[in-house]
T-cell receptor, first 113, second 117 residues
Framework: GENVEQHPSTLSVQEGDSAVIKCTYS??????FPWYKQELGKRPQLIID?????GEKKDQRIAVTLNKTAKHFSLHITETQPEDSAVYFC????????????FGKGTHLIIQP | GAVVSQHPSWVICKSGTSVKIECRSL??????MFWYRQFPKQSLMLMAT?????????EQGVEKDKFLINHASLTLSTLTVTSAHPEDSSFYIC?????????????FGPGTRLTVL
């Protein structure tokens, strides 16, 4: 089955700086890679996703890049703000027909004022 | 649009009892629903996938006789934790994917916090 590795587990950056979170996946059949933001006790919130036919996608301060050959994808957040503090999860669908997601272990992003 | 609800939001039960959790898609028809479990400070783990009108597909290591899933309609899936024990205490989250939607995207419910005493 699919295996998703995520790094780092904790990331502390100064407000206004950029943050980068990296994930690798194992199943070459995976074709959908979402990123979620989760606040304590809440549901995961989709912040951006990318499909395997695209190498990069951007939405305002958030961007995701995908390297299919190396099987890794990254989340980039620019001009970080205090409200960006949360746990971020990457995921991959493992190419399964039903698209159940395999999640990375999560990154606790801390924005220092 | 694309709202998923869960009920109850939290439940406390005694060891050995069964607990039913409901997952509803409020404004779309959910052809596929997924059940995840999240232990404190850990990631989400897929438990099972259910398609309306058919048996659920369980992930390796998830006991199908303990976690009963029913997806009887296009708007409702239920997860029943049978003979619950303290180690089943967790945050259970469902998600749903609908007919006619972006093929991959799934919408998450708010989760149900289960505590087994």
């Amino acid at each position: 089955g699919e295996n998703v590795e995520q790094h780092p587990s904790t990331l502390s950056v100064q407000e206004g700086d950029s943050a980068v979170i990296k994930c690798t996946y194992s199943d070459s059949a995976s074709n959908y890679f979402p990123w979620y933001k989760q606040e304590l006790g809440k549901r995961p919130q989709l912040i951006i996703d990318i499909r395997s036919n695209v190498g990069e996608k951007k939405d305002q301060r958030i961007a995701v890049t995908l390297n299919k050959t190396a099987k890794h994808f990254s989340l980039h957040i620019t001009e970080t703000q205090p409200e960006d503090s949360a746990v971020y999860f990457c995921a991959a669908n493992g190419g399964r027909g039903a698209d159940g997601l395999t999640f990375g272990k999560g990154t606790h992003l801390i924005i220092q004022p | 649009g694309a709202v998923v609800s869960q009920h109850p939001s939290w439940v406390i039960c005694k060891s050995g009892t069964s607990v039913k959790i409901e997952c509803r898609s409020l404004d779309f028809q959910a052809t596929t629903m997924f059940w995840y479990r999240q232990f404190p400070k850990q990631s989400l783990m897929l438990m099972a996938t259910s398609n309306e009108g058919s048996k659920a597909t369980y992930e390796q290591g998830v006991e199908k006789d303990k976690f009963l899933i029913n997806h009887a309609s296009l708007t409702l899936s239920t997860l029943t934790v049978t003979s619950a024990h303290p180690e089943d205490s967790s945050f259970y989250i469902c998600s749903a994917r609908g007919r006619g939607m972006s093929y991959n995207e799934q919408f998450f419910g708010p989760g149900t916090r289960l505590t087994v005493l």
